[in-house]
């Protein structure tokens, strides 16, 4: 089951924070997140496991709520850099790499 | 260190013929992943292996398509014959041994055009 992401599509100015979401019906183990820029491969950013954990770096960051099966990533003090594709990408059963992506949010940051 | 390569860059075809996409992993990974993105559908998993194994083939669309990796440093995927709605951009991913926690690094991708 394809996970949902929102919003679809953000338009943010250099500075300002966004956030992320990706929810999935079904329970998860993991969940992964990529970037990808126009006409290039996705880019990993984090893995999440099950248990609740935050994680970050430089000024991206994401959670996870195994509970609420889902996941959200956190883009703080937004640069020029940071737009491009958004995906997230879940697995439910933790034993194999199987990952299954959602649509993608397309983030736009604008000077 | 080289990334995953990926070849042709770009291929156009006329409806009906063989296509043949070639994927190099990152040297050391045992893990192998062809996915296909299009605007309708995403980025969708087509077939991974492990070790050279075929593990998971449930997302390859039908009997035209088809993949093999002969050996821990090569990869194929083949469409035959192809069809229009087979155009898209088919991604090669490799992983260290495909655990659910470790990253899976993208190959460049290869544009499919097919007319």
């Known amino acids: 089951q394809q996970p949902v992401q929102s919003p679809q599509a953000v338009i943010l100015r250099e500075g300002e924070d966004a956030v992320i979401n990706c929810s999935s019906s079904k329970a998860l183990y993991s969940v992964h997140w990529y970037r990808q820029k126009h006409g290039e491969a996705p880019v990993f950013l984090m893995i999440?496991?099950?248990?609740?954990e935050q994680k970050g770096h430089d000024k991206i960051s994401a959670s996870f709520n195994e509970k609420k099966q889902q996941s959200s990533l956190y883009l703080t003090a937004s640069q020029l850099s940071y737009s491009g594709t958004y995906f997230c990408?879940?697995?439910?059963?933790?034993?194999?790499?199987?990952?299954?992506f959602g649509q993608g949010t397309t983030l736009q940051v604008k000077p | 260190d080289a990334g995953v390569i990926q070849s042709p860059r770009h291929e156009v075809t006329e409806m009906g013929q063989e296509v043949t996409l070639r994927c190099k992993p990152i040297s050391g990974h045992n893990s192998l992943f062809w996915y296909r993105q299009t605007m309708m559908r995403g980025l969708e998993l087509l077939i991974y292996?492990?070790?050279?194994?075929?593990?998971?083939d449930s997302g390859m669309p039908e009997d035209r398509f088809s993949a093999k990796m002969p050996n821990a440093s090569f990869s194929t995927l083949k469409i035959q014959p192809s069809e229009p709605r087979d155009s898209a951009v088919y991604f090669c991913a490799s992983s260290i041994s495909g655990r659910v926690e470790e990253t899976q690094y993208f190959g460049p991708g290869t544009r499919l055009l097919v007319l």
């Open positions: 990408g879940t697995d439910g059963s933790g034993n194999t790499g199987k990952l299954i």
């Open positions: 292996f492990n070790n050279n194994v075929p593990i998971d």
């Open positions: 999440l496991l099950k248990g609740g």
